[in-house]
């Protein structure tokens, strides 16, 4: 039995270790804010944040996440209203939207480490994960908007 | 059979070239949506007040204006407006119900969504694809809120017992101005349900000077708050009691078949509940599913590690020896032979031969795949003969037609319901998915969900045609361009629907090759026939990409020849502001507009091309190893013109510090979603010239994922991305907005190339050669 905390609930998984924490997340815990692109981790549509880190949950077993602080979208912020969505919404960043959880993900994770993060910065910490739609202008601006306070 | 002559038999392709006439006032339903209010209008298929006519009449099932399929008023006032197309990112679940909040006078903050399933008799057509849904729907969707504000005060006026011509909605309440009465749209709501439906020609619009919404761009689109903290609900994001969860191995090669499988070793994965064999269809295949053997599982994670375990052996079939670089060689071959004439204007032959200077351009342009973000996949459970469906499909309507055919049960017992779309791009716009989990669905007897992976997405798609264009450009002594020869060599997308269809169909050929803008006296257009050897879908903006990036890259080489500044070559190939005259082309395709609404407007294209050189700075002074590039194309009947800026470093890396976009979209609904979707498109133009090729060895697929198939990232983006939308004139009928930013990027940029580096790139993608 694995022990794995999300969100700060408790959850267990008895079935295969080496499952990736994606599939356990979307399929059997029903997080499902938290989305597959690749299976690579190629892209990021699948990050969410481990013990401050972001991490491609594609390629993280469940095992490796067991008894580890890990974060989806769902739990990034109690309202939603942490200052990368409310600098997403402000900015209106998404086009389609599905990989705009792992770009947020991303973002919190950047923040915590650097929280005045440059132009530069931004693009190169952003770089994992891919928008299809083409939003990166704005996901970098809505990026400094949530550095300098929305 | 030329696919032309006959195109009643290709289901699925004919359902974006059929005509249809069908009254529909027998078909007016109400909905079922909360609340009492009610109302009927007529249909019809030229929308009044307009000054133009549209072709949503001729979509199948046509437009249906009714507001009581689309409007319902609760008693507490909550309006909910039907969004009958699908979000794939363009913003229209926002903007169509948007025109009808702005027209009736609702409050938008007191206005919920609702998205429709799949039910083209009851919401009309809704094939969410071609750019159409503001062109074919801004007019239906403004009579939809007339109709539904004029009830609302005839109700008003009769409870207070005054003439309707003293009341005005306003804001969400009726007010009679000379008491200073007011009601709410929620206390009006029964009254106004047993009011007459007024005539439609008696209904008034409103000015759009009064407009609160439309044309502002102030509105976020529905579905932002849900995105940002993932509660928005994709395909894969359904779940159902019992739901299994399936992936599919397929033929990799397109018309393969199965031989023989061995599950053992997949059954011993950890969650593999079943193996079985997905029936699959002869190819072209069409819209159905290739077939293959499926893998059910407890959760994806299980089915995808079983799945690997798999033990196959394949028939590859006719096109087990598709080879990319054989191919080209052979689309070039044909390319260099006079090929079917399909537009025709002077003596293109004659004119080359006396021509001063003749100038020859052959580009070539690969397969490319969508990668939507979100890769196809669906949930379906089929229960007896009834089939429920939750997927992304650009098609709800035809998804539902083609889940009843599939499974061989009436439409009326199949309900699709539309997810947002984690991207579209004109691969959703094929139900495969869909179809394949009813057929698993209904072989297990519980509801299960099919998920692609990145990989299935690459190696079984629709994608887009490779191609050869071969321009040859003659000139006169005064550098004047007299002759002009376009060879057009594609395999079409009819062939995913007609076995030997080898010539491109007319919507095909009307996307950037017969419409060439430019004013030459003598003109030949051909196309050659190219066989296909995998399927072939559209894919954002389809035969613009490889057309504008011909066109336009001749226009750079003629420009260098004659020594000429490129946008004034531009201009002067353009020439005079005029409608073009393509009564010489046999079964013209207007993006399925009538050309009397749409005609080709040189002044309009002109007029894109002067604003986004002012804008945009042409001609500014740019650092050494930095180049200016411009380009121009019409598409989806709307005028886009793009300057690119790029910088190219000793090494060859390229970067793209500023893009200017100027824009003519006729009349819009929300610039703010105008300049999203630009800014979209130039990234999606870079990845596609950068990156973007699809290649074959043996028939299969060469690229995987996205290390194989890149796309751009934001390390890599263009810094900035200016949009500049041009006016509308009061009567200009909106046209397309999703697609027409993508063709004339990769041309522009190729100019800057130039521009910066003096190599001029035929072939894409660039890849490696500017490091060469």
């Known amino acids: 039995m694995i022990k794995l905390k999300i969100n700060g609930q408790e959850q267990n998984w008895d079935g295969d270790p ?31 944040i481990i013990d401050k880190q972001a991490v491609r949950a594609c390629i993280t077993s469940v095992s490796d996440a067991a008894g580890r602080d890990v974060t989806t979208i769902e739990g990034l912020h109690p309202s939603g209203d942490h200052a990368v969505q409310k600098a997403w919404r402000q900015v209106n960043v998404p086009q389609c939207g599905y990989c705009q959880a792992g770009q947020i993900m991303q973002a919190a994770a950047l923040l915590m480490d650097n929280p005045k993060p440059s132009h530069d910065q931004i693009r190169e910490a952003m770089a994992g994960n891919i928008c299809r739609c083409g939003c990166y202008q704005r996901i970098e601006n809505a990026v400094h908007l949530a550095s300098t306070g929305v | 059979m030329n696919i032309l002559t006959n195109p009643k038999n290709l289901r699925g392709f004919e359902r974006h070239i059929k005509v249809e006439n069908v009254s529909r006032r027998n078909i007016l339903k109400g909905l079922g949506l909360a609340g009492g209010f009610v109302l009927a209008a007529p249909v019809m298929s030229r929308p009044a007040f307009a000054k133009y006519e549209t072709g949503a009449g001729k979509m199948p099932h046509g437009t249906v204006v009714d507001p009581r399929v689309f409007v319902a008023i609760a008693p507490d006032g909550s309006v909910t407006i039907v969004a009958h197309r699908a979000e794939m990112g363009t913003g229209v679940r926002t903007s ?14 007191r206005v919920r969504v609702q998205q429709a399933h799949g039910d083209e008799v009851k919401f009309g057509n809704q094939d969410t694809d071609g750019s159409r849904s503001t062109r074919h729907y801004l007019i239906p969707m403004r009579q939809i809120g007339a109709s539904a504000r004029a009830m609302l005060e005839a109700a008003a006026a009769k409870r207070w017992g005054v003439p309707a011509s003293e009341v005005k909605a306003s804001n969400h309440e009726v007010l009679h101005g000379p008491s200073g009465r007011k009601l709410g749209f929620g206390d009006l709501a029964a009254d106004a349900a047993k009011e007459p439906v007024p005539g439609v020609e008696g209904l008034k619009l409103k000015d759009p000077k009064d407009f609160r919404y439309l044309g502002k761009g102030e509105i976020g689109i529905v579905d932002l708050r849900d995105i940002t903290v993932g509660k928005a609900h994709y395909g894969a994001d359904t779940r159902l009691p019992g739901m299994k969860y399936a992936v599919i191995a397929r033929p990799p090669v397109t018309g393969g078949k199965l031989v023989s499988f061995d599950g053992t070793e997949a059954m011993k994965v950890s969650g593999v509940e079943k193996v079985m064999e997905v029936k699959g269809w002869p190819w072209p295949s069409k819209f159905q599913p290739l077939g293959g053997v499926a893998v059910i599982a407890r ?21 087990g020896k598709y080879d990319s670089v054989a191919y080209r060689a052979s689309l070039e071959e044909a390319a260099r032979k006079p090929g079917l004439v399909v537009r025709k204007e002077g003596d293109a032959d004659a004119a080359l031969k006396s021509a001063d200077k003749v100038i020859v351009g052959e580009y070539y342009l690969p397969h490319l795949a969508h990668v939507t973000m979100e890769p196809p996949v669906a949930v379906a459970d089929v229960k007896g003969d009834k089939a429920e469906i939750w997927a992304p499909v650009q098609s709800a309507g035809g998804t539902r037609e083609d889940v009843a055919k599939t499974l061989g049960i009436p439409e009326g017992n199949v309900t699709v319901n539309v997810t947002l779309l984690g991207g579209g791009f004109g691969r959703k716009s094929k139900c495969d998915f869909a179809l394949e989990a009813a057929l698993l669905s209904k072989e297990l007897g519980s509801p ?69 803008p430019f004013e030459i006296a003598n003109i030949s257009c051909e196309n050659p026939e190219a066989a296909a050897h995998t399927r072939i879908g559209w894919f954002r903006s389809v035969s613009n990409i490889p057309r504008a990036f011909a066109v336009q890259s001749m226009v750079g080489e003629l420009a260098h020849a004659t020594n000429r500044d490129q946008k004034d070559m531009l201009l002067e190939l353009i020439g005079s502001p005029r409608i073009i005259d393509l009564s010489s082309v046999k079964d013209l395709w207007n993006y399925g507009e009538p050309y009397d609404s749409y005609p080709i407007d040189t002044a309009r294209l002109r007029k894109v091309v002067e604003l986004v050189a002012d804008k945009g700075g042409w001609g ?24 690119v800026e790029v910088a190219v470093d000793d090494k060859g890396k390229l970067t793209v510090p500023r893009v200017d976009t100027a824009i003519d979209c006729g009349t819009y609904v929300n610039p703010e979603r105008i300049e999203s979707q630009i800014e979209g498109a130039a990234i999606m133009g870079l990845s596609l010239a950068k990156y973007g090729e699809i290649t074959f060895k043996d028939g299969k697929v060469e690229q995987g994922n996205f290390d194989s198939f890149p796309v751009i990232r934001m390390d890599e983006a263009p810094l900035v991305t200016n949009v500049y939308i041009v006016p509308p004139g009061p009567d200009t009928p909106p046209s397309g907005v999703g697609e027409p930013g993508v063709p004339p990027f990769a041309p522009a940029l190729i100019h800057a190339i130039f521009a ?5 790139i035929r072939s894409l993608p660039i890849g490696k050669q500017l490091e060469a």
């Open chain 2, 299 to 319: 959760n994806t994670g299980a089915a995808i590690k079983g799945r690997d375990a798999l033990k196959i052996i394949w028939d590859d079939g006719a096109n």
């Open chain 2, 448 to 516: 299960v969900k099919v998920q692609w992976t990145r990989e299935d997405d690459i190696h079984n798609g629709f994608l887009h045609t490779v191609s050869v264009e071969r321009i040859e450009a003659g000139l006169d002594k005064s550098g004047k361009v007299i002759a002009w020869r376009h060879r057009s060599v594609a395999p079409t997308i009819a062939s995913t629907f007609a076995a030997g269809a080898s010539h491109e169909a007319a919507f095909e050929l009307g996307m950037g090759l017969v419409d060439m």
């Open chain 2, 620 to 643: 500014r002074a740019v650092p050494k190893g930095h180049g200016l590039g411009i380009a121009v194309h019409r598409s989806f009947v709307s005028y886009i013109a793009t300057i």
């Open chain 2, 756 to 760: 910066a580096t003096g190599k001029r």
């Open chain 1, 18 to 48: 080496d499952l990736p924490l994606l599939w356990f997340l979307r399929d059997e815990a029903g997080l499902t804010g938290t989305k597959f692109g690749c299976g690579q981790a190629l892209c990021g549509a699948c990050t969410v």
């Open chain 2, 96 to 109: 169509l119900p948007l025109i009808v909040a702005e027209e009736m006078e609702a409050d938008w903050s």
